[in-house]
Structures are given as structure tokens and as C-alpha cells.
């Protein structure tokens, strides 16, 4: 088995825990509202401006022995580099305020969660950061298409209120291999602490999910 895999199994009571979210069955369910839509676009905001950063802190923060990820990292940041752009354009196209969203500060959840990957990268192993990768691709790839296809199904919104979804759900299905390449060719301590900071993430993003209004309490506008 390969770590990969290894990773898959060992962290699947924690991705149980996110998909577990109230506003992931609402959307999969149908009862998804146009508030909540709008209130997830805005957190995925506030995280994806941070990966461009993000991904170029890792790479000035990576040491010797990990210096072979340089080149991976770069890769990285030319195909995330402006998909926060992306973000405010579909929420303009739901009908939303997206200069407000730029100018708004995160929900604590998000706030959280980034805090953590910068600590992560800063403080800790900087190649953990790499179970922040794994859980945002591996949820993108197993949710955002069939996720975009329902929300508009039932929102009756544009194809262009959804590139993000769209545009992530196809781009991490290639992602994930590279990322299960990179993750198999590191050291045992580094796997391990990828495997620790997927399971924190894992529950950061799920709070991220949990943050947002659900059928019963979201009103639409």
C-alpha cells in the first residue's frame, strides 16, 4: 500500500466527520437556498486568496532536504494564482455582492483554519502543509461537480455563477495524482505529519461547512 492510499484509510473518520455536514446533505438533498450558496462563495473566498500566499511561503520555507518539492510547488502557484478572482465573479453572477465579500472579514471558521496552515508552514514542518492540499482537493473532487450541478439544478442560476466548482472539480482530479506523487516520495516523518495536519484540516474545513446557513435557518434574498 502506498502511503497515498495509507492516507486515505487513516484519515477517513475525519472526512467522514466533514461530509457529515448539515450543508453538504441540504446541497446534495436539493434544499440548498441562494444564501447559503452566496455564504459558501464568500468563506471559499477568504481561504483560496490565501493559497497564491500560501504556496509562496512554503516554498521560502522548505528546507535542503526537501528542496526537490521546489519545482512542485512553483507548478502549484501558476495553475491557483487569481481563483479567488473566479470566486467574486460567480458571486456577482448569484446575484451578490462581490466587492463586499473582498472587503468583509472571514467567518471565524475560515479565519481558523488559515491561521493554522500559515502556523503549519511557519512553525511546524512546512511540507504538512500538504494535508491542507489533500483535504481541500479530495473534497473538491469527490463534491463540486455533483455539488454545482444541484445547486443550479434547484437555484436556476447561470453556468457562469459556478467556475469555481466547476473549474476545481476537474482540475483536482488531476491535482490529486500529482499530490499523491509527491506525498509517496517523502520521508516517514514527513509523511507522518502530513497525515497529522490532514486530520486538523479535515476538522478546520468541516467547521468551515458547519459555519454556513442551512435550509432551516437560511432566508433568501
Known sequence: MSFYESLQASTAEARAWLLGAPIIDDCLQG?????????FLGQAYHHVRHTTPLLMTLGGRLPERLGWMRRAVAEYIEEEIGHEEWILDDIAAAGGDAQAVRNSRPGLAAEVMVAYAYDTIQRGNPAAFFGMVYVLEGTSVALALTAADRIQQVLGLPDKAFSYLRSHGTLDQEHTQHLARLVDAMTPADQADVAHAARVFFKLYGDVFRSLPVAGT????
Do not use: F, G
Request: net charge positive; hydrophobic share 30%.
Open 218 to 221: 437560511a432566508t433568501c434574498n
Open 31 to 39: 434544499r440548498v437556498t441562494l444564501e447559503s450558496y452566496r455564504a
